[in-house]
C-alpha cells in the first residue's frame, strides 16, 4: 500500500512563484488537477484553467497564446480568460458546453495561489501570508522541486527539524538541533501548528557561519509557523553565543532568517516541494546570495533523497505496517490530525470551513 495523505480541496494551494506565470504557458497539477497558467497581455493578470481542451484533452500548456487568449495545439479550439471557447474550426456555431474550468486566483508574496476547491468558498482574505516574500526588507533565493512521495512525508519531514542533525549534517545540522526538546503549540481552530527549538550554545553550521560570518558558538532558534495545508514558515534567529533581543524587542546584533515552503500535493504520491530563504543580513550580497541558494538547494536536494526513497520503501511495504511515535513528533503527529479533519470538511461542499 503505498502511503497516502487525503487532500483538503477547500484550500487555497501555491501553484508557482509569480516570476513563474508569464506569456509563457505553464502547466501544473493541483490536487490531480491538470492546470494551465498564464499571465495576460492586456493588465498582467495571472489566469489559470484546466488544461484539458474539451475536443479530444490536448494538453492547452503545450498549445499557444494568441493575445490572451489561448488556441489549442492540436485543432485549434480557442479560449478566453475565463475559460469559455470563442472559436471552433470549420463551423461558425460555437457548441454552448465548450468551455473549461477557470480557477480562483490571489497572487500575494510572490506566490500564486490557486482554488480547486468549490468555487463558492473561495474567500481571498483566506490566504496565509508570507511578507518577507516581497517585501524590500528582505532578500530572497527560492526554487521548486518536486518530489515523488505523498504531501504527508513533506509535511513530516519539515514539522520535525531535528533530523537536519542527520540527513544534513555538514550543512543545516549540528548535535544541537537533535538534543534540545521542542514546545509544540497547536490552534485546532485556526489550523496553525507552532513548533520551537531554542538553542542557547550551539555549534553554527556551515550554513550561518558561512552566510553570516560568525566564528564561534551561536544561540539559534528555530520557530516554525505550519498553516495547515501549504504554508511553512520557519522563523530563524542566530546570534553569538549570549547575545538576545533588547527589552525593547529590538534585535540589531542578531541574524533573521525566514524559511518559507509551501506544500502544495500535485496528485496521489506527488508533491511541489517550493522553498524560498529571505534574509535581513547582507542583503545586497551577491556572494551571501549564491552561498545560501547552493547550500540550501543542496538541504532540499537531501530531504527529496530522502522522501522519494522513503515513498518507494513504504510501497513494498504489505500495509498495517506500524510507526513508532516520539516527542519530536508532537508538531508532525497535530499536522496529521488537522490535515484529515481539512479533507474531511472539504468532502461536504456546501458547508463553510473557515
Ligand atoms: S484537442 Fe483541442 S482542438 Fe482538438
Ligand atoms: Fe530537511
Not at 463551423?91 to 490557486?114: C, I, L, N
Not at 519539515?158 to 542533525?165: F, G
Not at 502544495?264 to 508533491?271: L, R
Not at 547582507?282 to 546570495?289: C, F, N
Amino acid at each position: 500500500m503505498p502511503h497516502t495523505t487525503a487532500f483538503a480541496r477547500n484550500q487555497w494551494y501555491v501553484a508557482a512563484f509569480t516570476h513563474e506565470v508569464g506569456r509563457e504557458l505553464l502547466g501544473r497539477t493541483v490536487l490531480g488537477e491538470p492546470l494551465v497558467l498564464y499571465r495576460t497581455e492586456d493588465d498582467g493578470t495571472a489566469v489559470v484553467l484546466a488544461d484539458r481542451c474539451v475536443h479530444r484533452r490536448f494538453p492547452l500548456s503545450a498549445s499557444r497564446l494568441d493575445g490572451d487568449r489561448i488556441v489549442c495545439g492540436y485543432h485549434g479550439f480557442t479560449y478566453d480568460t475565463t475559460g469559455s471557447c470563442v472559436h471552433v474550426p470549420g463551423q461558425k456555431r460555437v457548441p454552448r458546453t465548450a468551455r473549461v474550468a477557470a480557477y480562483p486566483v490571489v497572487e500575494q508574496d510572490s506566490f500564486v495561489w490557486v482554488w480547486v476547491g468549490d468555487p463558492a468558498l473561495a474567500d481571498p482574505t483566506t490566504v496565509p501570508r508570507a511578507r518577507h516574500m516581497d517585501s524590500p526588507d528582505w532578500t530572497t533565493v527560492s526554487g521548486m522541486e518536486p518530489i515523488d512521495a505523498d504531501y504527508g512525508l513533506l509535511v513530516d519531514n519539515l514539522l520535525d527539524l531535528s533530523h537536519e542533525t542527520y540527513l544534513h549534517g555538514g550543512y543545516i545540522g549540528t548535535p544541537e538541533v537533535a538534543e534540545t526538546p521542542i514546545a509544540t503549540e497547536v490552534d485546532e481552530g485556526a489550523g496553525i501548528v507552532r513548533v520551537s527549538r531554542h538553542m542557547d550554545d550551539a555549534e553554527c553550521p556551515p550554513f550561518y557561519a558561512r552566510s553570516t560570518g560568525i566564528e564561534g558558538r551561536i544561540t539559534r532558534w528555530q520557530d516554525i509557523e505550519y498553516h495547515a495545508p501549504c504554508l511553512y514558515l520557519l522563523h530563524s534567529r542566530v546570534a553569538p553565543v549570549g547575545v538576545l533581543p533588547g527589552a525593547d524587542g529590538r534585535d540589531p546584533d542578531a541574524f533573521h532568517t525566514e524559511i518559507t515552503y509551501a506544500i502544495t500535493p500535485s496528485g496521489d504520491g506527488h508533491v511541489y516541494d517550493f522553498w524560498a530563504v529571505s534574509r535581513d543580513f547582507a542583503r545586497e550580497d551577491e556572494e551571501v546570495s549564491a552561498v545560501m541558494r547552493d547550500f540550501n538547494h543542496t538541504v532540499v536536494m537531501q530531504d527529496v533523497d530522502a522522501l522519494n526513497l522513503l515513498q518507494r520503501t513504504l510501497g513494498t511495504e504489505r500495509g498495517g505496517y506500524q510507526e513508532l511515535s516520539i516527542n519530536i513528533d508532537t508538531g508532525g503527529l497535530a499536522a496529521r490530525r488537522i490535515l484529515a479533519r481539512l479533507a474531511e470538511e472539504g468532502d461536504k461542499p456546501t458547508e463553510r470551513v473557515r
